[in-house]
């Protein structure tokens, strides 16, 4: 019975492959809305998250406006749910009436949810990478009278990079995950709103199976190099390097 | 009279409401080595670090060679191009190789070439019998290669001044006598030094002033054949029989 429902043989090949009859979407392809989203927000997230990160990290009383409104939006976009954000962006922003803002594609909008969230995740690993490197390294970087712009590319940056890609890879997986709440607010058929149609034709759950192998096609193998990358790095530890 | 290379004059340190450092004057002349002694907590590392300005000093002067190190227009990292430091704990750069190690600072702060920083890294590397090791990581070295190739990355800066921070202190006894005959060697060469040390024995060799710092404050100054063989203050003398006794290595 639970086969018959949720692992069908017949409906999940349909789901995947679509069925010209039904005139329905083949779930590959909605699942190539979910790939596209997230390569593309992926390196944009990773390149945001720096300057928050470096910009939270400074200690100069400059800053110290930056540092406040940076730390209350990391704040909001780690506690506020996703899916918030997304109702908001998409039901919210076009009747703002505001030029830019408000005439964007859903692929943009998209974009600009993942970022907004993950930015603020990813910038917290950041820091937690720059501040795991001792202040011995940044005294020693000094002392050779490196500036401290220097400082950061040559020594701290090198060094927290390795603590923090592990870390990074699995940020990376949920990222991926959650295009499927973008589907939700967007209206296009990506990988979750294929599969509900699917579901809604046939009366049958297979289509969810499939949906959930596809995003674990992804997730397993990814989350399989995070561990070995955090055991590589354990390892290294517990090796001991004295410096 | 020379310009001293470098000239302390009352300086003092304080984090919060803690004084560490408590009207300190000293001078070190061109060739001279000067050597601070003292218990552990009575601020030898701090006064190191003032003069490179790794830490910022709260009152007082530091002068190299004549220049007031003050004014706002100095700027710390140009004043440790010219200052060296090597410090108890290596602190090698793990990520890099022996000779990246060495060759970052005339690469990045002095603007060297690749080349001519890495030719020069490796005589530094021979004359201190370290050659082979240039392309291992500092992790694969001893304790006591580790600190060598620490002063050679700080030698590689030509500075006119090397301020040494213990730098014996986290070695094996089995691995201080090849650091400290590398700065004998240096020492002969003229090279002007500051250093914070705990062997007695070595301060006496070396050593052209003894300074002997106590919480802060400079109790007593001058050559070895003084301030160890005869001090002058009772607390010199409890601090060097305590450290006497119980110096087992120096022999
Ligand atoms: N960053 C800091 N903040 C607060 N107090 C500090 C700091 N650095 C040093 N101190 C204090 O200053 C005093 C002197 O420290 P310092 O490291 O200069 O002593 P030291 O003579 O080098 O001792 P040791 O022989 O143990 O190395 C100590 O009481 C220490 O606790
Ligand atoms: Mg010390």
């Known amino acids: 019975m639970f086969a018959h429902t ?13 069925d010209p009859s039904h005139n329905i979407t083949p779930m590959w392809q909605a699942f190539l809305k979910n790939v596209l989203l997230c390569v593309v ?3 944009l997230v990773l390149l945001v998250a720096l300057p928050i990160a470096l910009l939270r990290n400074a200690k100069s009383p400059i800053l ?20 918030l954000i997304v109702l ?28 907004f969230c993950y930015a603020a995740y990813v910038s917290e690993v950041y820091r937690a990478g720059v501040q795991s490197v001792p202040f011995s390294q940044t005294l020693a970087g ?89 055991a590589k790095d354990m390892r290294a530890r517990l090796a001991g390097s004295q410096s | 009279m020379t310009v001293p290379v470098l000239q302390l004059r009352d300086l003092t340190k304080s984090f919060g409401d803690k004084v560490v450092l408590d009207g300190v004057s000293l001078t070190v002349q061109p060739h001279e080595v000067v050597c601070l002694i003292g218990a552990s907590g009575s601020g030898k590392s701090t006064l190191l670090r003032c003069c490179n300005l790794l830490e910022p000093a709260s009152g007082g002067t530091i002068s190299l060679f004549g220049v007031d190190l003050a ?51 490796l005589q530094l590397l021979e004359r ?10 500092p992790d694969r070295l001893s304790g006591g290669q580790q600190q060598r190739v620490a002063i050679i990355r700080a030698l590689a800066m030509d500075p006119r001044l090397l301020l040494l921070d213990e730098i014996t202190s986290a070695l094996d006894p089995a691995l201080v006598a090849e650091v ?8 002969a060469t003229g090279m002007p030094m500051l250093l914070a040390t705990h062997e007695i024995e070595f301060a006496r060799d070396v050593a052209t002033t003894i300074v002997f710092l106590e919480a802060g404050r400079i109790v007593e100054c001058g050559p070895p054949s003084e301030v160890l063989t005869h001090p002058k203050d009772e607390r010199t003398a409890t601090f060097l029989r305590r450290y006497l006794d119980g110096d087992v290595r120096s022999g």
């Open chain 1, 88 to 115: 908001s962006v998409y039901f919210g922003f076009p009747i703002l009436d505001i030029p830019f803002v408000s005439s964007r594609t859903w692929f943009q909008y998209g974009l600009f949810c993942l970022v």
């Open chain 1, 64 to 83: 110290a406006g930056p540092r406040f409104v940076l730390t209350a939006y990391v704040d909001f976009a780690r506690g506020v749910p996703l899916i």
């Open chain 1, 142 to 230: 000094r002392a050779i009278g490196l500036s401290e712009f220097q400082l950061l590319r040559h020594v701290t940056i090198p060094q927290a990079l390795r603590i923090v890609v592990a870390p990074l890879i699995n940020d990376f997986v949920s990222l991926q995950k959650d295009t499927a709440i973008i589907g939700i607010g967007a209206g296009v058929i990506e990988l979750l709103k294929a599969a509900q149609i699917n579901q809604g034709v046939f009366f049958n759950d297979s289509s969810y199976a499939v949906a959930g192998l596809l995003f674990l096609s992804i997730c397993v193998p990814l989350t399989r190099v995070a561990d070995r990358l955090q």
């Open chain 2, 128 to 137: 201190f019998a370290l050659a082979e090791k240039a392309h291992d990581y």
């Open chain 1, 41 to 43: 927000a992926e390196p």
């Open chain 2, 180 to 187: 400290l005959d590398l700065v004998r060697e240096l020492a």
């Open chain 2, 71 to 121: 004014g706002d227009e100095v700027r710390g990292e140009l004043v440790r191009r010219e200052v060296g430091i090597v410090f108890q704990s290596f602190n090698l750069f793990p990520h890099r190789s022996v000779l990246d190690n060495i060759t970052m600072g005339p690469r990045r702060a002095l603007g060297a070439s690749k080349q001519a920083a890495e030719a020069k890294a």
């Open chain 1, 6 to 18: 949720f692992l069908n043989p017949h409906y999940m090949k349909i789901a995947l492959l679509g």
